[in-house]
C-alpha cells in the first residue's frame, strides 16, 4: 500500500528537520552538544545511565494482530528464539507485550493476555540477564511479570487505565514508561486536534510525572514516551520528533517508538514491511537529540546506526556501553 503526503505537510517537514548546527559546522564532533546530561533511571535493582548515549529496546510482540509483526512471535518458542536474537544483536531491553494497540484494536482480558506474555517472560529470565519490559495497561498483567522477573511497566495510559496499577509499579519499584495517548486506540485516530501538540505533550507528562511522585512512585523510577501514532496525525507526530529535546524539559529519560510507524510511510510512500530505512533515518535524529530509548523492531541495523553514529562523533566503545548498570 502506498501513501501520499501533502504538499503543506511536507513543508513543514522540510522546516521541522533541518539539519542541527553542529552536523553542519565545525563543531560536529563535539560530542558535549550531542550527549547533554541525562537523568538516572532506577529499575528495580537496576541503575541506568545514559552517559554513553541512547538504549535499543527491541519490541518483542506475542499477539495475533499487532501492526507490524502480529502473529509471528505468538508461539512461546518462537518468542523466546526472537528475544534472545535481539538481545545477541544489540538490544538493552526487551520489550513483551500481549495485547495490540494498534489503532482500531480492541481490548483483550487479563487471562489471555497473562497467558500470552507469562510463560516468554519466565523462559527470558532463566536464560538472560537483560532487562526486561512488560507492555500493558493492566494491573494484574504487570505484576505477574513483576513477580516472574520484569524490571520496567511500559503503559500506554501512563498509569490511568487501572487504579491498582500505581500501587504495583511502587510496592515492585519497577522502572515505569509513562506514554501520552489521546483517545483509546479504537478511536484514538479519529482526527486527532492539538492547539501546540509538543506544549501539549510535554505539559501531560510533567502533570503525571508530578501525580504519580504524590502517589509514591519515585522520581527516579520514571521515564515518558511521547506516544507517535497514540492520537496523533502524521504532522503531529514529525513535530513532536523534530522537537523530542523539549520532552527532555520533564526531567526523564524519554522513549521514543517510531519504528515502522504509519507516518514514515506517509513520508516515503512506502508500506510497513518497507520502512526500515524511514525508521533507521528516524531513529539517528532521535540518536543526535537526546532520545534516551529507542523502540526498534529491527534491532541489528538499529545498533549499526548507532555504532557508526558513536564513532564518527569520536565516542568509544559501541551501543553494549550504553548498559552502565549496577
Known amino acids: 500500500m502506498q501513501f501520499v503526503i501533502p504538499m503543506k505537510m511536507g513543508i513543514q517537514i522540510q522546516k521541522n528537520l533541518e539539519?542541527?548546527?553542529r552536523l553542519r559546522g565545525n563543531d560536529r564532533h563535539d560530542t558535549?552538544?550531542?550527549?547533554?546530561?541525562?537523568?538516572?533511571?532506577?529499575?528495580?535493582e537496576r541503575t541506568i545511565t545514559f552517559n554513553s548515549g541512547a538504549m535499543l529496546m527491541g519490541i518483542l510482540n506475542v499477539t495475533p494482530d499487532s501492526f507490524s509483526d502480529g502473529g509471528r512471535y505468538a508461539d512461546k518458542d518462537k518468542a523466546v528464539k526472537r528475544a534472545l536474537q535481539?538481545?545477541?544483536?544489540?538490544?538493552?531491553?526487551?520489550?513483551?507485550?500481549?495485547?495490540s494497540s494498534r489503532p482500531g484494536s480492541l481490548p483483550?482480558?487479563?487471562?489471555?493476555?497473562?497467558?500470552?506474555?507469562l510463560p516468554v517472560i519466565e523462559e527470558l529470565k532463566s536464560r538472560t540477564d537483560t532487562l526486561i519490559s512488560?507492555?500493558?495497561?493492566?494491573?494484574?498483567?504487570?505484576?505477574?511479570?513483576?513477580?516472574?522477573?520484569?524490571?520496567i511497566v511500559n503503559d500506554i495510559s501512563a498509569l490511568e487505565s487501572d487504579r491498582r496499577m500505581p500501587e504495583v509499579v511502587r510496592r515492585y519499584k519497577a522502572g515505569v514508561i509513562l506514554m501520552h495517548k489521546k483517545g483509546e486506540p479504537r478511536n484514538m485516530q479519529a482526527n486527532p486536534r492539538y492547539d501546540a501538540v509538543v506544549t501539549e505533550v510535554s505539559r501531560y507528562l510533567k502533570e503525571r510525572i508530578n501525580i504519580l511522585t504524590l502517589e509514591g512512585i519515585a522520581h527516579e523510577a520514571m521515564a515518558v514516551d511521547p506516544g507517535l501514532g497514540?492520537?496523533?496525525?502524521?504532522?503531529?507526530?514529525?513535530?513532536?520528533?523534530?522537537?523530542?529535546?523539549?520532552?527532555?524539559?520533564?526531567g526523564r529519560p524519554v522513549v521514543i517508538g517510531l519504528s515502522r510507524k504509519r507516518f514514515l510511510g506517509q513520508i516515503t510512500g512506502s508500506a510497513v514491511n518497507e520502512r526500515l530505512a524511514a525508521s533507521l533515518g528516524a531513529l539517528a535524529y532521535c540518536f543526535l537529540n537526546g532520545a534516551s530509548v529507542i523502540r526498534v523492531h529491527d534491532v541489528k541495523e538499529s545498533h549499526d546506526v548507532f555504532s557508526v553514529l558513536k564513532t564518527i562523533l569520536g565516542?568509544?566503545?559501541s551501543n553494549a556501553d550504553c548498559r552502565n548498570i549496577a
Not at 497514540?230 to 520533564?250: Q, Y
Open 315 to 317: 565516542e568509544e566503545g
Open 134 to 151: 512488560i507492555d500493558t495497561q493492566k494491573s494484574a498483567v504487570a505484576e505477574a511479570a513483576l513477580q516472574a522477573g520484569a524490571h
Open 108 to 117: 483483550v482480558d487479563a487471562g489471555v493476555e497473562l497467558g500470552r506474555v
Open 19 to 21: 539539519l542541527d548546527s
Open 86 to 99: 535481539m538481545v545477541a544483536e544489540g538490544a538493552d531491553i526487551v520489550d513483551v507485550g500481549g495485547e
Open 230 to 250: 497514540f492520537g496523533k496525525t502524521a504532522e503531529h507526530n514529525v513535530e513532536l520528533v523534530a522537537h523530542i529535546k523539549k520532552l527532555g524539559e520533564c
Open 32 to 44: 558535549n552538544t550531542v550527549n547533554e546530561a541525562h537523568p538516572i533511571w532506577q529499575c528495580r
